[in-house]
């Protein structure tokens, strides 16, 4: 199998790299996966995951919820409970960072579709891309959505979104780079850049250190803290808008978390620490579990 091997930070270029942790995949396979650190810029990163081509086996899996909508287990029915809330949530952030009610909005790694589903009823104009097939058939069948597959991202006109979204799916993307030059050329000179990610120097990723649930090697390359998806941004364009802290999710992994290091009542101690996780990020955001990141293009 061929493995993702990187020499050289993608972040600054820096090619003084070190080991910092080694992670399972709870989900998949079992197996153990490094994750590296620039030792000039702090960007932490999977090294040696399975390259686009070949990643595909780790998540067919029924637990992985984003592309099955799994209602299995207390926290997957927890999952849907805080999806529903955080949908209207999204939908009222879009609306509020973009200042209007409608327009064109992009939703990549849409996964099975919720949010573009939400968004549409809303009266906005949506397209979607999602390289799974399984939950763009999802989509499909229970939203009436068209989704494109994830090579349609290059095919869509430039400059027509005033809206791109990616909720937690910037971590998946191999071709991270590549991604935002292409997201910078789609949106109008005004539009808005949404992005979702776990936060590693969180209070929960300290606490649990490589049982983190958000992690999730080898599906997640990329783990990325506020200075490094700030300075990310930078050097593609963007200036940072706004930043919000996403409190459910601290709730969620904590129970995942727990789950992973073979806790009993997994549940209760991840309720716990969620609510530790959760009082933490009072006053200081930037430890949020996740972060919500509002970007705009440079003038």
């Known amino acids: 199998m061929e493995k993702l091997i990187i020499d050289a930070c993608p972040l600054c270029g820096s090619t003084h790299l070190k080991s910092v942790m080694t992670c399972t995949d709870f989900y998949a396979s079992g197996e153990q996966f490094e994750l590296h650190s620039c030792e000039d810029c702090g960007f932490v990163f999977t090294q040696g995951a399975p390259v686009e081509a070949a990643i595909g086996k780790y998540y067919e899996t029924p637990d992985y919820i984003s592309h099955t909508d799994t209602r299995k287990g207390v926290m997957n029915t927890v999952y849907h409970w805080v999806r529903s809330y955080m949908l209207g949530r999204k939908a009222r952030l879009v609306v509020r960072e973009a200042h209007r009610k409608t327009g064109r909005i992009l939703d990549v790694g849409t996964g099975t579709g919720y949010f573009a589903h939400t968004m549409q009823k809303r009266g906005w104009q949506v397209e979607a891309v999602e390289k799974s097939a399984q939950a763009r058939e999802f989509a499909r069948e229970n939203f009436e959505l068209e989704v494109k597959p994830e090579a349609a991202l290059k095919e869509l006109t430039p400059g027509t979104f005033d809206v791109i979204t990616l909720w937690h799916v910037m971590e998946h993307l191999e071709h991270l780079n590549e991604t935002w030059e292409c997201i910078r050329e789609l949106l109008t000179e005004k539009g808005l850049l949404i992005v979702a990610v776990p936060n590693c120097s969180s209070y929960d990723a300290q606490r649990y250190g490589e049982y983190w649930g958000a992690y999730d090697v080898p599906r997640h390359l990329w783990h ?63 430890r949020s579990s996740s972060m919500i990141y509002v970007f705009r293009k440079k003038k």
């Open 224 to 286: 990325f803290t506020p200075a490094t998806i700030q300075r990310l941004a930078s050097s593609h364009g963007f200036i940072m808008a706004n930043r919000h802290p996403m409190p459910f999710d601290a709730f969620y992994v904590s129970m995942l978390s727990e789950k992973h290091r073979g806790s009993s009542h997994s549940f209760l101690k991840g309720l716990y620490v969620g609510t530790l996780a959760w009082l933490s990020t009072l006053g200081r955001k930037e």
